[in-house]
Every structure is written in C-alpha cells, then in structure tokens.
RNA sequence: GCCGAGAUGGCGGAACUGGCAUACGCGUCGGUCUCAAAAACCGAUGAUCGCAAGGUCAUGUGGGUUCAAUUCCCACUCUCGGCACCA
C-alpha cells in the first residue's frame, strides 16, 4: 500500500460526522429563505450501487450543496423504490424472502450512500414496499377508480406454458422462456388499467411549458404519445349491415384505395368468416400471427402477411368493391384496427400488394413529371401532387384536397374527422407477489367493490408460495382470498394481481413533504408550497415511462383537487450512462466498478470527482479506474498547495504583474466554473478550470508572485466544495476559517478583474493559420488590420500577391485572402 | 423496424453564437530524486515528410455552402438508449 497523499479517511469520517450533527441537509420547514427541491429518482434496491449509479446521486449531491451556498432552503430527500421483479425471482430460486432481501439491501446501500458523502434528509426517507407507504399507493389507486379511470379488460400476458407462468418482457429472449427455452404464447387475462388517454392531449399540450426540460425528452415524449389528425371512414360490408371503420391520416388518397386489412384480433372477424369456404385456413393464420406474440413485432425477420377474407368492403366515396384482407402488421391498438390500404402511394401497403397481386391505383400525379406515377412503378409516390382519378376532387393539390374531401364526408355521413394517439392505456396489473394489492373485492351480489379507504392497506401477506402455480402467488393464500364484501358483507374474493411498480414511483415526490403522515398520502399546503420540484435528476433510460406516468398522475390528483400543479417537475436532468468495456455497466454483464474498493484507496472525493470530471454529464462515458488516479492526485496536489500558501503574506509592495496574472485567472476561475454549473451543470469543463487554476498558482508559488496565492486557493476550495465536499471543509478549516464551508456564500468575481489587457490575435492567409499578432484589447478594427498587415511573417506570404480581402472578426482573428 | 441520441489523438474528453482543432486529465516516453524501485516532481507527446527552417494531412464516410466548418445543409455507415411486464 502505497502512502497516502493526505488522510482523506479521517477527514471524511470526521466531516460526514459534522455534516450529521450540524444537519445540514436538514430542510427546514421555517425557513424564509426559496425553497429548492433538488430530487434524484430515487433506487430499485438491487443490492449494491456501483459507479455508474453513482453518478445519480454525485450529481444531485453536488448541485444541492451548490444551491446550499447559494443561500437556499434546499430539499434533498432519497427513498426506495422497492418493489419489483428481481426479489421475487430470487424468492423463486430459493433465496430470501423479498422483505428480507429488500431490507436487507437498502441497508447497505444506505451505507454505501453515506460512505460516498451524499446528503440527504434522511428524516423524510420512503419505502414503497412498507405498508405506511403502500396504503397511499392504494388510495391513489382508489381516486382512480372512483373517478372512472381505473378499469378492467381483456389483455394478453407472456406466458410460459412450461413454467406455468406469467414472464416480464425481459424473461422472454427471441419468443422463448429464458429459464427453459420454451415457446412464450400470448395468454388473455382480465387485467386493470388506468386510463392515460383520457389525458393524452393533456400530456401531450403541457411538454410545450417544460422549458428546463431536455429537448430530447420531449421529442420521445411526443412521438410516444403520437397524436395523429385524420379522418374515421366507414366501409360498409358487402352482404352485411354493418360498417367497418377505418382511420387514415391521407384521407386525399381515399379514392386510390384497392383493399382493406384488419386486425387478427379485429372485433368483426369471427363473424366475417364464420362459415366461409376459408374459415380453417384463416383461424389457422390467425393462430400463428397471435403466437407470435406482441414481442416479435420488433424484430426484422417479422414479415408482413396476409390472408384474403373473401369479403368485400364498400369504398363509400366511389362504391367500388375492395377485397378485405387480415394481416399481422395491423394493430387492434392503435386506430380502429382496420386500415384502408393505397397501394399507390404507400410503401409499405405497395409491398403487400406486389406480394399478394392486389390492384394498385394512382391518384396523386407526380406534378414534376405528370402521368408518371402509374402502373408499373415500382416504388410507392409519397410526395405530394395533384389529384387524378379521383371524382369531383380532380385537378386539386393533394394537400388541399384533403380538407375538402374530410368536409364532404362528414356531409354524406360516410365518415368524420378525428384524432388517433398511439398512446395506450396503461396496464397496472402484475401477476406477482411483490407489489402493492389492488384493493379491490369481488363479490357475486355487488360485483366490482372498491375497498373502502379506511380499510387500507390492503396488508400484503407474508406467508406466500413463491412457486410458480398458474396463477398470481396471491391466490394461493386462503387468508388473503378470502373477505367480506365491503358493501353487503357476504362472503367475497380479493383481487390477487398486485400494482405495476411504477404506480409507486408515479408520486414519491409528494410523499417527501410529509412522510410520517399516517392521516394522508402527503399534504396540501405543504406539497403546493414544495412543488413542482426544482430540479429532477435521473437516467435519460426513464425519459417515457416513469416521467410520463408521473406528469399523468400528477394531473390526475390536480382535477381531484388534490394538489396545486399541473407538472410535477419544473426542471430535469438526464445523466449519461458509465459504459465499462463498451457496455452500459450492469450485474449481469459482469462489469461492475464497485464504489466502496476505489473509497477505501483513494477516499470518497475522488471518487465524487473522478465521476464529475469524467465528462459532460447528459452523455455517456467511460469508466477508466487508471484515470481516477489523476483525480486523487490532483486533490493531493491542492492539499500542498494550501499548506505551502498557507502561511504566505501580502507583501508590503502591493501585487506585481505576476501576482496580477494570478488575480486575474482567479476571476475568470470563479466566473466559468460558476457559468459552467449554472448553464447546464458541465462539472467536467468547471473542474478542469480549477485544475488550470491550481496550476497556475503553483507557478505563482515558484515565482514568489504570492500576493494572491492565499485568496487563490480559499475561491479554489470554494469551487470545489459541491464536488469534494470533504476534503473542501478540511482545507478551508486549515485555512484559518471557521466550518462550515457550506455556510459560505459562492465567490463571486468582478468582470473588470476578469478582463485580459491585451489579446494575442491568429494571423490567417487563405484560411492557414502563418502568424500571431499581439494588440491591445481596445484596439479598432483598422489598427488590427494595420498590425496584421505589417507583419514581417506576414509579409512574407504575402510578396507580390494582391490582397483581395483581409476579414478582422473582432477579438477573435485576422484571416488575408490573396 | 419505429422513436431519440452520439462518433474528435493511444484513452476519457475540450472548443463561447461558423473563427487558432486537440484545453483538462489518463497513458506513453525522457529527466530529477534513489543503492534500486515505487511514489512525488519537471519536461515532451495528433499523424506524416524534413538535419533544420518549415511543409502536408487530420474531428465516422461521401458531397455541398463559406474568406473560414468538429460546428450549418444533403446522403450514408456504425454505436448506444427506449419500444409499454427490468427499473
């Protein structure tokens, strides 16, 4: 074991110690100071962090103790998010009890936090598989419920015919069991859902007001929820007195449609074929495009087939007779299930009607080369043109025409605008023990009865057989199964499917302002004082689910009243991932960088430092344990440092031009790193500004320019404290002040000390960089000019060639062009 | 496949609003110290041609706009994240 470059074990004991007592993440309810509500998302308890989500909780510890200094009432809860499929699977083989094992994890992990000198008001920490915590997870359920939001259907599960079980879409790998390779079938259960469309507009309108929010996110966001505008056209069947509907964003292409495909699933389809000469041959299709399951749509040997119904449908704007097709790329999910197909201007409707010999006819015409688009092409026209074959809407532009023939139908009744999301309800029923019950009863009298809210929690029951036996584990427990109605207390049965985990982490944040509170989920003046939280920091991997389900809920308690706000997320923050050898780091993949060896040899702020300083923050990067060496001697250097300028004066003389140097890098110092962390939280460029900083004083050191050289390394500890916040406390004691460093204000820099006096310009000819020129920093164009031109370097590529142009961007270069 | 992001030395990365490409750190090489090594400290370090002065080439690939492109535009390749039951 190699010496240590200062004692940074004591230090970080003695300081965390500090920290504890003194409470300094502490919120203090009183206070008059703003509020600022700096929120991690907050854990699954898997076991033990590693570096990579390490990077999480560094980052948020950093910018709360930065807003600390800036002088504000900050919030820095943490919780787990406790439930899930892991401790189950574990139960399963034979481990611990979920309880146990869950326990037993956030225990370590609680210490491996603190260990990393993370703060957090620990005062206010959630469990989400406690009952104090679940009981409102339960009761947000209820508000659901009872508002119409909360409902029951039909929907397909994985299911391993093997196993006898339900499998996550993780467990299945290429259609298979992954635990005994099994072919996963789809299996209908009658499952809960909450009604997220409802909201879907909603959702969609209020990303616009999420100025702090990553553009990226939004993007997914909205692509997510993919509201599309167009047109309901109602096909009449032939022989038949019903109409199937359609939904299609090119209503203009209406007349080129030359058949229509539905849905294996489609409502309509068993009696359209009830009968029919086909009716073996399509349920046997229809069989093998359901056995593929939901899963294989994603993959690319996916291919798109057909079966011809031998029905006809009714093209109500020219009565033409269409055959009606089933295929597996059309979903019952999303539109109406049923899509008109236009060969002409559709790819990928041209590439099913070239396989199965469908017609194909044009009615958009290539205006660049009229008369072109027509039988016999080869690819779909999908750009826009004028309209042909195509009654009274001849001769029109396409895009217009699709206005007009949208008004025309909903004047003939034959169809009517309307808007499809690609949004879909959201599935909360999980066939598994470990999650919070769905309090509902089912009774043969009452039918569906919500349990009442004094009645919760609904206690999950201890006792429970992990082996998989067809059903959710629940059912098995007699005890549980087993109730009363609420309602007319006869005998009755629970519901055994437990809560989608990410109904639990959908409203934490509001269980932080009051996590003790055995009367409410939280509290409404409190929570509308504390909300929306300042700044949200997490994974770029949570950008849809867990963001989206928690901006829907929070909506959801805003109309019930329950909260103030309409957002629950003011600002967000979306941290790259640590790549270990190419691969995002994770148990699995055996790539894991454990913080607690790296604390112990090299202490936790270099840890904290290595992870901010090893690049932009939203992006990527990879973990390179040979480089946090640098960081840890970067901190022994400043440790030095500050003993060495410890006991230097100021000098009798005042500040020489070397001392001025240093006075100067100061302010710039102070003014990027403060920049750096305000636009964008780019810790890795305000570090290595530090660096440049404390390098500069040891040159000013060797000098004896040490004029500044005390001042200098105090704003340097300053700097760094968000990020190392121990040794920071340490140096900063040593220094001759009183701890704590965090009850300090930000240094703040003057512009005017911050200005270089004179500018060392490039000199470019044709674009090449020939020469440096030195002005000054008032200098005008045309003495820059002058200079650039008077150059002997210059001069001397010049020679006899003419000056055709000499561009002077101000401060910034001179380029001739000859 | 669909949606989103990214690609810069041997490596992580920097570059404000189109203006000196490679800051800062790692690694490597050379040196100081040492009996020696480690640590620490000092110096060099994109590639290539050249004794040198200096030249040429380089920001995933191919085009374009511009006095000037890592940055803007078009096309492509590869990598990563998400795709609704991992969280």
Same mark, same amino acid.
């Given at each position: 074991?190699?010496?240590?470059?200062?004692?940074?074990?004591?230090?970080?004991?003695?300081?965390?110690?500090?920290?504890?007592?003194?409470?300094?993440?502490?919120?203090?309810?009183?206070?008059?100071?703003?509020?600022?509500?700096?929120?991690?998302?907050?854990?699954?308890?898997?076991?033990?962090?590693?570096?990579?989500?390490?990077?999480?909780?560094?980052?948020?510890?950093?910018?709360?103790?930065?807003? =600390?200094?800036?002088?504000?009432?900050?919030?820095?809860?943490?919780?787990?998010?406790?439930?899930?499929?892991?401790?189950?699977?574990?139960?399963?083989?034979?481990?611990?009890?979920?309880?146990?094992?869950?326990?037993?994890?956030?225990?370590?992990?609680?210490?491996?936090?603190?260990?990393?000198?993370?703060?957090?008001?620990?005062?206010?920490?959630?469990?989400?598989?406690?009952?104090?915590?679940?009981?409102?997870?339960?009761?947000?359920?209820?508000?659901?419920?009872?508002?119409?939001?909360?409902?029951?259907?039909?929907?397909?599960?994985?299911?391993?015919?093997?196993?006898?079980?339900?499998?996550?879409?993780?467990?299945?790998?290429?259609?298979?069991?992954?635990?005994?390779?099994?072919?996963?079938?789809?299996?209908?259960?009658?499952?809960?859902?909450?009604? =997220?469309?409802?909201?879907?507009?909603?959702?969609?309108?209020?990303?616009?007001?999420?100025?702090?929010?990553?553009?990226?996110?939004?993007?997914? /966001?909205?692509?997510?929820?993919?509201?599309?505008?167009?047109?309901?056209?109602?096909?009449?069947?032939?022989?038949?007195?019903?109409?199937?509907?359609?939904?299609?964003?090119?209503?203009?292409?209406?007349?080129?449609?030359?058949?229509?495909?539905?849905?294996?699933?489609?409502?309509?389809?068993?009696?359209?074929?009830?009968?029919?000469?086909?009716? /073996?041959?399509?349920?046997?299709?229809?069989?093998?495009?359901?056995?593929?399951?939901?899963?294989?749509?994603?993959?690319?040997?996916?291919?798109?087939?057909?079966?011809?119904?031998?029905?006809?449908?009714?093209?109500?704007?020219?009565?033409?007779?269409?055959?009606?097709?089933?295929?597996?790329?059309?979903?019952?999910?999303?539109?109406?299930?049923?899509?008109?197909?236009?060969?002409?201007?559709?790819?990928?409707?041209?590439?099913?009607?070239?396989?199965?010999?469908?017609?194909?006819?044009?009615?958009?015409?290539?205006?660049?080369?009229?008369?072109?688009?027509?039988?016999?092409?080869?690819?779909?026209?999908?750009?826009?043109?004028?309209?042909?074959?195509?009654?009274?809407?001849?001769?029109?532009?396409?895009?217009?025409?699709?206005?007009?023939?949208?008004?025309?139908?909903?004047?003939?009744?034959?169809?009517?605008?309307?808007?499809?999301?690609?949004?879909?309800?959201?599935?909360?029923?999980?066939?598994?023990?470990?999650?919070?019950?769905?309090?509902?009863?089912?009774?043969?009298?009452?039918?569906?009865?919500?349990?009442?809210?004094?009645?919760?929690?609904?206690?999950?029951?201890?006792?429970?057989?992990?082996?998989?036996?067809?059903?959710?584990?629940?059912?098995?427990?007699?005890?549980?199964?087993?109730?009363?109605?609420?309602?007319?207390?006869?005998?009755?049965?629970?519901?055994?499917?437990?809560?989608?985990?990410?109904?639990?982490?959908?409203?934490?944040?509001?269980?932080?302002?009051?996590?003790?509170?055995?009367?409410? *989920?939280?509290?409404?003046?409190?929570?509308?004082?504390?909300?929306?939280?300042?700044?949200? =920091?997490?994974?770029?991997?949570? *950008?849809?689910?867990?963001?989206?389900?928690?901006?829907?809920?929070?909506?959801?308690?805003?109309?019930?009243?329950?909260?103030?706000?309409?957002?629950?997320?003011?600002?967000?923050?979306?941290?790259?991932?640590?790549?270990?050898?190419?691969?995002?780091?994770?148990?699995?993949?055996?790539?894991?960088?454990?913080?607690?060896?790296?604390?112990?040899?090299?202490?936790?702020?270099?840890?904290?430092?290595?992870?901010?300083?090893?690049?932009?923050?939203?992006?990527?990067?990879?973990?390179?344990?040979?480089?946090?060496?640098?960081?840890?001697?970067?901190?022994?250097?400043?440790?030095?440092?500050?003993?060495?300028?410890?006991?230097?004066?100021?000098?009798?003389?005042?500040?020489?031009?070397?001392?001025?140097?240093?006075?100067?890098?100061?302010?710039?110092?102070?003014?990027?790193?403060?920049?750096?962390?305000?636009?964008?939280?780019?810790?890795?460029?305000?570090?290595?500004?530090?660096?440049?900083?404390?390098?500069?004083?040891?040159?000013?050191?060797?000098?004896?320019?040490?004029?500044?050289?005390?001042?200098?390394?105090?704003?340097?500890?300053?700097?760094?404290?968000?990020?190392?916040?121990?040794?920071?406390?340490?140096?900063?004691?040593?220094?001759?002040?009183?701890?704590?460093?965090?009850?300090?204000?930000?240094?703040?820099?003057?512009?005017?000390?911050?200005?270089?006096?004179?500018?060392?310009?490039?000199?470019?000819?044709?674009?090449?960089?020939?020469?440096?020129?030195?002005?000054?920093?008032?200098?005008?164009?045309?003495?820059?000019?002058?200079?650039?031109?008077?150059?002997?370097?210059?001069?001397?590529? =010049?020679?006899?060639?003419?000056?055709?142009?000499?561009?002077?961007?101000?401060?910034?270069?001179?380029?001739?062009?000859?």
């Amino acid at each position: 074991m190699k010496e240590k470059l200062y004692p940074f074990e004591d230090i970080e004991k003695k300081w965390q110690a500090y920290w504890l007592g003194t409470g300094l993440f502490h919120m203090d309810p009183k206070s008059r100071r703003d509020k600022y509500y700096c929120l991690v998302m907050f854990p699954y308890p898997s076991g033990k962090l590693h570096v990579g989500h390490g990077r999480n909780y560094i980052i948020g510890d950093a910018i709360a103790r930065y807003k =600390i200094m800036k002088g504000y009432n900050v919030l820095a809860p943490m919780g787990w998010d406790a439930f899930g499929l892991p401790a189950e699977n574990a139960a399963i083989k034979g481990g611990l009890h979920p309880k146990e094992s869950t326990l037993n994890n956030i225990t370590a992990m609680k210490s491996q936090l603190s260990r990393w000198g993370v703060g957090y008001d620990w005062t206010r920490e959630v469990t989400s598989c406690l009952p104090d915590y679940y009981k409102w997870t339960q009761w947000i359920f209820l508000k659901l419920f009872k508002k119409g939001l909360a409902y029951r259907k039909k929907a397909a599960v994985n299911w391993c015919p093997s196993c006898n079980t339900v499998l996550a879409n993780e467990q299945v790998v290429n259609n298979l069991c992954e635990r005994c390779d099994s072919r996963v079938v789809d299996k209908d259960l009658e499952q809960w859902f909450f009604k =997220i469309t409802d909201y879907a507009q909603q959702i969609l309108d209020d990303l616009t007001g999420l100025k702090s929010w990553p553009e990226r996110v939004k993007t997914m /966001q909205a692509n997510w929820i993919g509201k599309s505008e167009g047109v309901d056209i109602d096909f009449p069947v032939e022989g038949e007195d019903f109409n199937i509907t359609c939904f299609t964003t090119r209503v203009d292409t209406i007349f080129g449609a030359t058949y229509m495909v539905i849905a294996p699933e489609h409502p309509d389809v068993p009696r359209l074929i009830k009968n029919s000469a086909g009716e /073996q041959d399509i349920l046997k299709f229809i069989n093998s495009a359901k056995a593929q399951s939901r899963m294989s749509r994603f993959s690319d040997e996916s291919e798109k087939k057909g079966i011809f119904t031998g029905r006809y449908v009714i093209n109500p704007v020219n009565k033409n007779r269409i055959p009606l097709w089933i295929a597996n790329y059309v979903f019952m999910e999303y539109g109406t299930g049923a899509v008109m197909a236009v060969p002409a201007h559709d790819q990928r409707d041209f590439d099913f009607a070239k396989k199965y010999h469908l017609d194909v006819r044009v009615v958009i015409d290539d205006p660049r080369a009229p008369s072109a688009a027509q039988p016999g092409m080869n690819v779909a026209y999908i750009e826009d043109g004028v309209m042909i074959n195509s009654g009274q809407f001849n001769t029109l532009p396409n895009k217009s025409a699709a206005g007009k023939i949208a008004g025309w139908m909903e004047v003939e009744g034959i169809g009517r605008r309307s808007v499809h999301f690609k949004l879909r309800d959201w599935l909360i029923s999980r066939q598994r023990y470990w999650g919070a019950p769905i309090p509902i009863v089912y009774c043969d009298k009452c039918g569906v009865v919500a349990v009442p809210e004094e009645d919760l929690p609904v206690l999950l029951p201890d006792k429970v057989d992990f082996k998989p036996h067809g059903k959710s584990p629940l059912s098995g427990v007699e005890d549980f199964v087993n109730t009363k109605c609420p309602k007319c207390g006869k005998k009755a049965l629970r519901e055994t499917d437990t809560m989608d985990t990410f109904v639990d982490s959908s409203w934490y944040f509001l269980r932080y302002l009051s996590p003790k509170n055995g009367d409410s *989920a939280f509290d409404k003046d409190i929570v509308d004082k504390w909300l929306p939280v300042d700044q949200y =920091i997490g994974g770029v991997e949570h *950008a849809i689910l867990h963001l989206l389900y928690s901006r829907f809920i929070t909506k959801v308690l805003a109309d019930l009243g329950f909260v103030g706000f309409k957002e629950p997320f003011r600002a967000l923050f979306t941290q790259g991932m640590i790549i270990k050898d190419g691969a995002k780091m994770s148990k699995s993949k055996g790539n894991v960088v454990s913080p607690d060896e790296l604390i112990i040899k090299y202490g936790a702020d270099t840890v904290r430092l290595y992870t901010l300083f090893i690049g932009p923050p939203e992006k990527d990067a990879e973990w390179n344990d040979r480089a946090v060496e640098g960081a840890y001697r970067f901190l022994g250097r400043l440790w030095k440092l500050t003993s060495r300028v410890n006991d230097t004066e100021r000098g009798k003389n005042g500040p020489g031009p070397g001392d001025r140097i240093l006075e100067r890098k100061m302010h710039q110092t102070i003014k990027k790193v403060t920049r750096d962390i305000e636009v964008d939280f780019k810790f890795n460029t305000a570090i290595s500004a530090v660096m440049e900083l404390v390098n500069r004083v040891y040159t000013a050191v060797e000098n004896g320019d040490t004029y500044y050289a005390k001042e200098a390394v105090t704003n340097t500890v300053l700097l760094l404290s968000p990020f190392v916040p121990h040794v920071a406390e340490e140096l900063w004691q040593r220094l001759g002040n009183r701890p704590s460093i965090f009850s300090q204000p930000w240094p703040v820099y003057s512009e005017s000390k911050a200005r270089e006096e004179s500018l060392v310009l490039p000199v470019m000819v044709n674009g090449k960089l020939r020469a440096k020129i030195e002005v000054d920093d008032t200098a005008s164009e045309e003495q820059v000019k002058a200079a650039a031109l008077a150059d002997s370097k210059v001069n001397g590529y =010049i020679k006899s060639a003419c000056v055709k142009k000499v561009i002077v961007v101000a401060k910034k270069l001179v380029n001739i062009v000859i």
